[in-house]
């Protein structure tokens, strides 16, 4: 039951995402008509312009020598009387060919002709997608786990990986991971921080984490999951990066129990809270409980030691 859950409330965001992403393209798509009419509105008004102005102008020249035929008449010179009327004929030929080139009055506007195959696709469709039904076979809880054998490891190492600004100089490290270049992220559990060493076991780079950390995993060659201590019945888990040589704190997962151990496989995440081992997605979604043992705290069978001899 709480798989299908888990699924359901996936399919939930893939359809919500999905329905975003036709959202911004139809945005982009209103978008770029409405400035294609921005642009058409813009090239008509420019025409409707221009031919204003040389009418005016025509207007304005025909004015001028009409009144200057005029003054040369009053003043009875002949000679002038000719070449203003020549000069008058030309403008006038001039103004007539330009009214007979536009004589024909239009009156202009805009239509939007919609896209019909766009709106026919769209009315045809009877969802976003298809929902299709997914099975597979999972082991009985009494059966998920077997144990094939129990090694125990007392780990020694002789490097101080205590530094200036730690509050305690004591450094339990309960959690120790190795990145694709051979760098090293140990868990300091009393400081509260996850610490950076270089090939020489020096720490060149700290995190603080809000609380005590228990457990840590390699998501990515330079991410790691760190498991968080919130409170008596909750815990966290805080992702952490390696990004140029320093630690980047990224996103938060709140989790409804303890976290003791965390590891990550396949793009799920593997928590166990001390009597049960779940599986979540990364996102924090539960998607099943593997395995549950309510006998005795911590029940698991998997034991490591560690050493505060650091």
């Given amino acids: ?93 001039q103004s007539e060919t330009y009214l007979k080139e536009n004589s024909i009055q239009v009156e202009s506007s805009l239509i939007f002709q919609g896209d019909s195959d766009v709106q026919q696709y769209l009315s045809m469709l009877s969802g976003l997608g298809k929902i299709v039904l997914g099975t597979k076979k999972i082991l009985m809880l009494d059966q998920a786990l077997s144990i094939q054998g129990k090694s125990e490891y007392n780990v020694s190492i002789p490097y101080n990986v205590s530094i200036p600004s730690d509050a305690n100089k004591v450094c339990i490290i309960p959690a120790i991971c190795v990145l694709s270049d051979d760098e090293i992220l140990v868990a300091d559990y009393y400081n509260a921080r996850v610490k950076l060493l270089n090939h020489q076991y020096q720490v060149v780079g700290h995190c603080d984490l809000t609380d005590w950390p228990g457990d840590m995993c390699k998501i990515t060659p330079s991410e790691v999951a760190v498991t968080v201590y919130q409170n008596e019945t909750n815990d966290e888990v805080q992702f952490v990066s390696v990004n140029g040589g320093q630690l980047v ?62």
């Fill in 249 to 310: 704190k990224g996103r938060k997962l709140q989790f409804q129990h303890k976290c003791k151990g965390i590891a990550h496989n396949l793009q799920d995440l593997y928590l166990t809270s001390g009597t049960a081992l779940y599986k979540y997605s990364m996102k924090g979604a539960l998607l099943n409980q593997v395995y549950e043992d309510t006998s005795n705290r911590c029940a698991g069978k998997i034991w490591y030691l560690y050493s505060n001899n650091i």
């Fill in 1 to 93: 039951m709480l798989t299908l859950q888990a699924s359901y409330d996936k399919l939930l965001d893939e359809i919500r995402d999905t329905r975003q992403t036709i959202n911004i393209i139809l945005d982009k798509i209103e978008k770029n008509t409405i400035q294609e009419l921005d642009d058409k509105m813009t090239s008509l008004k420019a025409s409707i312009k221009t031919d204003l102005d040389n009418c005016i102008k025509l207007k304005n020249e025909l004015k001028q020598l009409s009144g200057a035929i005029n003054d040369i008449i009053d003043k009875g010179k002949a000679e002038l009387t000719f070449i203003a009327s020549k000069k008058c004929l030309e403008q006038v030929k």
